[in-house]
Nanobody
C-alpha cells in the first residue's frame, strides 16, 4: 500500500505562483509513476502532469505546459508541482496519485490506485 499526503495549496491572485508537495509513504519502492490531477467544481477530474520515478520522464496537459513544472525528490519520496502564472481557471482541488505499473495513458484517472486527499488551489482575478 502507498499513502500520499499533499500540501501547499492556498489562495493567490492571477499571475502568482504556488508550489504543491506530495509525500509518499508505505510501499514507495513499488511506485512507477506519480501524477497530479485536479478537479474543479462541477467538472471531471483531469490530469495535470506526471513523472516516471525511475526515468524522470514527464508530460503535461496542454493547458499547463510552460507554466507548471513537475519534479521529484526520490530521497524525500516527494513530488512537487511548481505552478507559475496562475489563472482563475486553475482553481480546483489538486490531487496527487501514484501507480505501480507502466502502461496506459498517464492522464487516465482509473490508472492510479493510490490517491491523496487533495489540496485546494484558488486563483482570483
Amino acid at each position: 500500500q502507498v499513502q500520499l499526503m499533499e500540501s501547499g495549496g492556498g489562495s493567490v491572485q492571477a499571475g502568482g505562483s504556488l508550489r504543491l508537495s506530495c509525500t509518499a509513504s508505505g510501499a514507495t519502492t513499488s511506485i512507477v509513476r506519480l501524477g497530479w490531477f485536479r478537479q474543479a467544481a462541477g467538472k471531471e477530474r483531469e490530469g495535470v502532469a506526471h513523472i516516471f520515478t525511475l526515468r524522470g520522464t514527464t508530460d503535461y496537459a496542454d493547458s499547463v505546459k510552460g507554466r507548471f513544472t513537475i519534479s521529484l525528490d526520490n530521497a524525500k519520496n516527494t513530488v512537487y508541482l511548481q505552478m507559475n502564472v496562475l489563472r482563475p481557471e486553475d482553481t480546483a482541488m489538486y490531487y496527487c496519485a501514484a501507480n505501480n505499473y507502466n502502461g496506459g495513458r498517464w492522464s487516465d484517472v482509473l490508472g492510479y490506485p493510490y490517491w491523496g486527499q487533495g489540496t485546494q488551489v484558488t486563483v482570483s482575478s
